[in-house]
């Protein structure tokens, strides 16, 4: 049965559509309607340009002053030899920034003019650490690399301690190394005193804005401009899905019905939700997808104080490799997961399966086909195997995988959670559970 069966939006790059979803298209406008004196209260956040909701992280993607302040980083670190951007830090503040890097600059063809690599430290590990370390000693001057520590509270274990070590391991070598550092930290954090204290180069970012809507501040732009990316585009994609997706008119608000739609199925007790994208450059995203809806949605209480244990668990997969281990689960398995299949089909490829082969006598049908050709059959296969098997999907179609259908979707992604938070009575901005392993963690540290 499917009773919703149009593409949602038109004004954004990437479309949203309801292939196979098995709700009444009446309970769909109903839930909707839920939503629309929080969509008018988003419009006044957004009129008032500035930072005092919990969800002004919409006001980022139109910050003039910020983007000034992000020149002037620039202008001091960005050099003709600059190599390495090294991000540390962790969830909240590395997460959007590898989710962007590795869709649109990492793979790119870097022969002729190669950009600076990004290198990340997010969780404690020797030998990261160590291969980390190793690619920066083989810089001869400091001016090749610049590392940019990010923690919003300026207290997370792994980021300040792998600080430490990658500090320590370079300074000998590179006696003016202090020049090379930016810190990314919430005004008055002990960090930013610390860091202001070294006249290290410090930003901030606003305070109501969390960790996992920080990806349009300072947090994400700082080395994604470091790195090459062109953050306009990306700050254009966002405000234009912004501005989609604040409209009251709910047929044409993409982030309203995917909510809508998640919600409803959440409702029916499909509580997973598996984002299963088919470009392998977009598993960094699923990775920041499954963050912010699990932080966000994941909670004890809710919004008035009842223990309600919520949450929606998300999970990543990557086609076609996860077909191989996960597909007998989806298509077989219990009917507890909504799957928003996400795709890019890549047009320009020289490659090819040629026709004189050396296997012809297995697998027909894919001479002279490009990869590209042979992806749009399996999601086509997949599609099919969701519907036959009475599975409900719907799919994201990206035009290009661009800085500004990023900057779309991870706008999109936003506001689909805040939406979703409301429908759930939830508050999608705390994380009060992380502590229970922050404080263990520090208390053991400060006993051995
Ligand atoms: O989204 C969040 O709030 C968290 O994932 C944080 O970003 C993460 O714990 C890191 O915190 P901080 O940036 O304070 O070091």
């Given at each position: 049965?499917?009773?919703?069966?149009?593409?949602?939006?038109?004004?954004?790059?990437?479309?949203?559509?309801?292939?196979?979803?098995?709700?009444?298209?009446?309970?769909?406008?109903?839930?909707?309607?839920?939503?629309?004196?929080?969509?008018?209260?988003?419009?006044?956040?957004?009129?008032?340009?500035?930072?005092?909701?919990?969800?002004?992280?919409?006001?980022?993607?139109?910050?003039?002053?910020?983007?000034?302040?992000?020149?002037?980083?620039?202008?001091?670190?960005?050099?003709?030899?600059?190599?390495?951007?090294?991000?540390?830090?962790?969830?909240?503040?590395?997460?959007?920034?590898?989710?962007?890097?590795?869709?649109?600059?990492?793979?790119?063809?870097?022969?002729?003019?190669?950009?600076?690599?990004?290198?990340?430290?997010?969780?404690?590990?020797?030998?990261?650490?160590?291969?980390?370390?190793?690619?920066?000693?083989?810089?001869?001057?400091?001016?090749?690399?610049?590392?940019?520590?990010?923690?919003?509270?300026?207290?997370?274990?792994e980021t300040i301690a792998n600080f430490e070590i990658i500090y320590s391991a370079l300074r000998e070598k590179f006696i003016d190394i202090d020049r090379r550092i930016i810190v990314t930290t919430e005004i008055d954090s002990k960090l930013w005193l610390e860091s202001t204290a070294k006249k290290w180069s410090t930003v901030s970012l606003?305070?109501?804005?969390?960790?996992?809507?920080?990806?349009?501040?300072?947090?994400?732009?700082?080395?994604?401009?470091?790195?090459?990316?062109?953050?306009?585009?990306?700050?254009?994609?966002?405000?234009?899905?912004?501005?989609?997706?604040?409209?009251?008119?709910?047929?044409?608000?993409?982030?309203?019905?995917?909510?809508?739609?998640?919600?409803?199925?959440?409702?029916?007790?499909?509580?997973?939700?598996?984002?299963?994208?088919?470009?392998?450059?977009?598993?960094?995203?699923?990775?920041?997808?499954?963050?912010?809806?699990?932080?966000?949605?994941?909670?004890?209480?809710?919004?008035?104080?009842?223990?309600?244990?919520?949450?929606?668990?998300?999970?990543?997969?990557?086609?076609?490799?996860?077909?191989?281990?996960?597909?007998?689960?989806?298509?077989?398995?219990?009917?507890?997961?909504?799957?928003?299949?996400?795709?890019?089909?890549?047009?320009?490829?020289?490659?090819?399966?040629?026709?004189?082969?050396?296997?012809?006598?297995?697998?027909?049908?894919?001479?002279?086909?490009?990869?590209?050709?042979?992806?749009?059959?399996?999601?086509?296969?997949?599609?099919?195997?969701?519907?036959?098997?009475?599975?409900?999907?719907?799919?994201?179609?990206?035009?290009?995988?661009?800085?500004?259908?990023?900057?779309?979707?991870?706008?999109?992604?936003?506001?689909?959670?805040?939406?979703?938070?409301?429908?759930?009575?939830?508050?999608?901005?705390?994380?009060?559970?992380?502590?229970?392993?922050?404080?263990?963690?520090?208390?053991?540290?400060?006993?051995?």
């Amino acid at each position: 049965m499917i009773l919703y069966h149009k593409n949602m939006n038109q004004s954004t790059k990437i479309q949203l559509k309801s292939e196979s979803v098995l709700l009444d298209k009446n309970e769909i406008a109903r839930t909707a309607d839920l939503l629309s004196d929080y969509i008018q209260y988003l419009n006044s956040v957004a009129e008032s340009q500035k930072y005092e909701a919990p969800e002004s992280s919409i006001n980022l993607p139109t910050d003039n002053k910020m983007l000034e302040v992000i020149e002037q980083v620039l202008l001091k670190f960005k050099n003709a030899q600059l190599k390495y951007v090294v991000v540390v830090g962790i969830g909240g503040s590395n997460l959007g920034t590898m989710a962007v890097y590795d869709a649109v600059l990492k793979d790119q063809n870097q022969q002729t003019n190669p950009l600076p690599q990004i290198l990340f430290a997010d969780t404690v590990s020797a030998k990261s650490l160590q291969n980390l370390i190793n690619i920066l000693l083989t810089c001869s001057k400091a001016n090749e690399f610049a590392i940019n520590v990010i923690s919003k509270s300026g207290g997370t274990t792994e980021t300040i301690a792998n600080f430490e070590i990658i500090y320590s391991a370079l300074r000998e070598k590179f006696i003016d190394i202090d020049r090379r550092i930016i810190v990314t930290t919430e005004i008055d954090s002990k960090l930013w005193l610390e860091s202001t204290a070294k006249k290290w180069s410090t930003v901030s970012l606003p305070n109501i804005v969390g960790g996992r809507y920080s990806v349009f501040s300072t947090v994400g732009l700082i080395p994604l401009a470091l790195a090459g990316l062109n953050i306009q585009e990306l700050l254009g994609g966002a405000l234009q899905m912004r501005n989609a997706c604040l409209q009251s008119d709910n047929q044409f608000n993409p982030a309203l019905l995917s909510a809508v739609v998640t919600f409803l199925h959440y409702k029916n007790g499909v509580k997973i939700n598996n984002s299963f994208f088919f470009n392998p450059e977009l598993e960094s995203l699923g990775k920041w997808c499954r963050q912010l809806m699990g932080e966000s949605l994941g909670k004890q209480f809710d919004s008035v104080g009842t223990e309600v244990r919520a949450g929606i668990t998300p999970i990543v997969s990557i086609g076609s490799t996860d077909l191989h281990s996960m597909a007998q689960l989806y298509f077989g398995g219990p009917k507890d997961k909504l799957t928003t299949i996400i795709y890019h089909s890549e047009t320009e490829s020289k490659l090819t399966v040629p026709n004189e082969r050396m296997l012809p006598s297995l697998i027909v049908g894919i001479n002279g086909k490009s990869p590209a050709k042979l992806m749009d059959a399996i999601v086509g296969g997949v599609a099919e195997a969701y519907k036959m098997n009475g599975l409900p999907y719907v799919t994201l179609q990206l035009p290009t995988i661009s800085a500004e259908t990023l900057g779309e979707l991870l706008q999109f992604k936003m506001l689909e959670t805040m939406f979703l938070a409301h429908l759930m009575n939830l508050n999608a901005f705390d994380q009060p559970n992380v502590e229970d392993y922050k404080s263990g963690t520090k208390k053991l540290l400060e006993s051995t």
